[in-house]
């Protein structure tokens, strides 16, 4: 009964007086109403991920032709995973937004970002034919959640499921071993610090999942749990992050 009053009263009240009530840019702090606490200009101003491999969504060098749909990466090895949505690339504008949710509590930036990425990924619409069963960000390590205090990645995935209405799941998949942090670690070094780092406390039992994340770099990560989910019987695994670093990031 309570939560159908939430529901029903509460949440469009709250709604409706955001509309009215200006927000400020994160970035210039001029006042905003778009539910990206962004502006326009400045979000125009960040780098869009338009050409891109067409399934690990890499960065491609504008003098790459078009008609070109896979990345060197994609046509020499085997990935687990199957197609990565990624709108902008990892640049300074996106980094920042990022970095302020991850490494300084900012939260609230996690809607901001959520709203970025369904505002820029146009395939993917609720209802939607390429819409995966169940969402799932990547979990921490309980060592390091107990650290910052929160999963970037799960806090992203709570708006992205509300929108798309797809189940959320953050409870089955854990993180069982301890790893060093990756960056400034190549991919060979990742592979070797993220093997067998997953553990899937139950089966799924559907057949396609989307994997949520805050940034792609070598995808070392997410393929490993890719590979995880389809030796457990997942037939498609997505990965859905806001933004997708180039191979010299």
């Known amino acids: 009964m309570t939560i159908n009053i939430v529901n029903t009263f509460i949440r469009p009240v709250i709604k409706s007086i955001s509309n009215i009530i200006p927000q400020h840019c994160l970035f210039c702090l001029t006042k905003t109403r778009t539910t990206m606490a962004l502006c326009e200009s400045c979000i125009a101003h960040l780098e869009m991920n338009d050409h891109c491999c067409q399934r690990c969504a890499l960065p491609l060098e504008e003098s790459i032709e078009q008609s070109v749909l896979l990345c060197g990466n994609c046509l020499s090895h085997d990935y687990f995973y199957d197609k990565v949505y990624s709108p902008f690339v990892y640049s300074?504008?996106?980094?920042?937004?990022i970095k302020k949710l991850k490494y300084q509590q900012k939260i609230h930036?996690?809607?901001?970002?959520?709203?970025?990425f369904i505002e820029k990924t146009p395939l993917l619409k609720p209802n939607g034919q390429n819409l995966p069963d169940m969402l799932i960000p990547i979990p921490m390590h309980s060592k390091r959640l107990k650290q910052r205090g929160f999963n970037q990645a799960l806090e992203i995935s709570r708006i992205l499921a509300t929108h798309y209405q797809i189940p959320l799941n953050y409870k089955h998949l854990i993180r069982s071993r301890y790893t060093a942090l990756q960056a400034g670690m190549g991919s060979s070094q990742r592979q070797k610090n993220i093997r067998h780092a997953f553990h899937l406390q139950q089966a799924l039992k559907v057949d396609h999942v989307a994997l949520i994340d805050d940034v792609m770099t070598t995808g070392c990560t997410?393929?490993?749990?890719?590979?995880l989910l389809k030796n457990e019987g997942v037939n498609t695994v997505d990965i859905w992050v806001i933004a997708r670093a180039g191979l010299h990031h």
């Open 222 to 227: 997410v393929n490993e749990v890719a590979k």
């Open 109 to 116: 930036y996690a809607h901001s970002l959520a709203m970025l």
């Open 92 to 97: 300074e504008e996106i980094s920042y937004l």
